[in-house]
């Protein structure tokens, strides 16, 4: 599996972006999530979806800015930010997990993508 992310960029304080991640496939059944790693800091969890799409979760800090959905017709899964803040600057990858119950730890997760950075201007 082959995991390409695109979408990041630089934006102001309180825009928007929309990350995509591309896969190549073999994630028929997975759950794939979304985390970011800023400098000097441990990688942490942004979103998760289900394979069906029907069940999404996300931490505190961005419950409410943050929407994660997929395509899997396209075996794409998309990441909207909305009202981002200079503390979502980072760089922010997908990763495809298992099979069976979303799990929020990076460890839990096989393939990984290279990463696209995201930096909001205060």
């Known amino acids: 599996v082959q995991l390409v992310e695109s979408g990041g960029g630089l934006v102001q304080a309180g825009g928007s972006l929309r990350l995509s991640c591309a896969a190549s496939g073999g994630t028929f059944g997975r759950y794939t999530g979304w985390f970011h790693q800023a400098p000097e800091k441990e990688r942490e969890f942004v979103a998760a979806i289900s394979f069906s799409g029907v069940n999404t979760y996300y931490p505190d800090s961005v419950k409410g800015r943050f929407t994660i959905s997929r395509d899997n017709a396209k075996n794409t899964v998309y990441l909207q930010m909305n009202s981002l803040k200079p503390e979502d600057t980072a760089v922010y990858y997908c990763?495809?997990?298992?099979?069976?119950?979303?799990?929020?730890?990076?460890?839990?997760?096989?393939?990984w993508g290279q990463g696209t950075q995201v930096t909001v201007s205060s």
């Open positions: 990763a495809v997990g298992r099979f069976g119950r979303v799990d929020f730890r990076p460890i839990e997760y096989d393939y």
